[in-house]
């Protein structure tokens, strides 16, 4: 029997940035059309950010000239309008709620340090009971301890578990440890994947599955 849910952060809880915001970044700092994301995170400082060695004030330090920002208070500056960009998705929020009571909740997210507080900014810390940070924790996904990890403060064995995420290879890796898995794309098709895998019957002996539903949008 399902008892818990494993919700990723980032892309699932968050809603996506609309692509004219992006741009809107880019032309504003004065950089290349298309290069912010691989600026912010196809470098060596996001990297240790995600596994805590950098906290998000050196990272965003050791962005800034990068990003043509050269002063202090321009990268606060910047850094305060990015977070303000952000926001929950609230088609994902809704179907959270409707599980909280019923199912164990927890965040496993490859994250910098301070998604706890993130959560609690948002108003949502309390609808989880984990939240598994790989910035405050030192490891990330796909790593197996990661998933263990979070299954064990969950009280629920791995059979037990759904883990929802939109990168399908750590959806995959949590599937190999035996957790139910879900690519999520978006909140709808989300509930009606939760519907189709809660409905088969509830069995405690329910095989490890993985669902993708194609992309339409």
Same mark, same amino acid.
């Given at each position: 029997? %399902?008892? /818990?849910? &494993? ?5 699932? &809880? ?10 809107? +970044?880019?032309? !504003? ?6 290069? &912010?994301?691989? %600026? ?12 805590? @060695?950098?906290?998000?004030?050196? +990272? ?12 202090? =208070?321009? %990268?606060?500056?910047? @850094?305060?309008?990015?977070?303000? !960009? ?5 088609? #994902?929020?809704?179907?959270? =709620?409707?599980?909280?009571?019923? +199912?164990?909740?927890? #965040? ?7 998604l706890d507080q993130w959560l609690s ?10 939240? +598994? ?13 990661? *998933?263990? /990890?979070?299954?064990? =403060? ?27 898995? &879900? #690519?999520?794309?978006d909140a709808h098709r989300l509930e ?17 599955r993985i669902i993708e539903t194609p *992309?339409?949008?």
């Amino acid at each position: 029997m %399902i008892k /818990a849910m &494993i919700f990723d952060f980032g892309l699932v &809880i968050s809603t996506p940035r609309p692509t004219a915001c992006f741009r809107a +970044y880019e032309r !504003d700092l004065g950089i290349a059309r298309g290069s &912010i994301n691989q %600026i912010m995170f196809d470098g060596p400082a996001w990297q240790d950010a995600l596994i805590g @060695q950098l906290t998000m004030q050196a +990272y965003w330090r050791a962005i800034g000239p990068s990003l043509g920002l050269t002063r202090q =208070r321009q %990268i606060d500056a910047f @850094q305060r309008r990015y977070y303000g !960009d952000e926001s929950v998705n609230p088609d #994902v929020l809704k179907l959270i =709620r409707s599980l909280r009571g019923n +199912y164990g909740l927890a #965040v496993l997210s490859n994250h910098p340090p301070g998604l706890d507080q993130w959560l609690s900014d948002w108003g949502i810390r309390d609808l989880f009971d984990v939240i +598994y940070c790989s910035g405050d924790e030192g490891r990330v996904k796909p790593d197996p301890a990661v *998933y263990h /990890a979070t299954l064990d =403060r969950l009280g629920a064995r791995p059979a037990e578990a759904v883990f929802i995420d939109d990168t399908a290879g750590h959806v995959t890796a949590a599937r190999v440890l035996g957790i139910h898995g &879900i #690519v999520f794309s978006d909140a709808h098709r989300l509930e009606r994947d939760l519907d189709t895998l809660l409905g088969e019957g509830q069995s405690a002996h329910l095989p490890p599955r993985i669902i993708e539903t194609p *992309y339409e949008g």
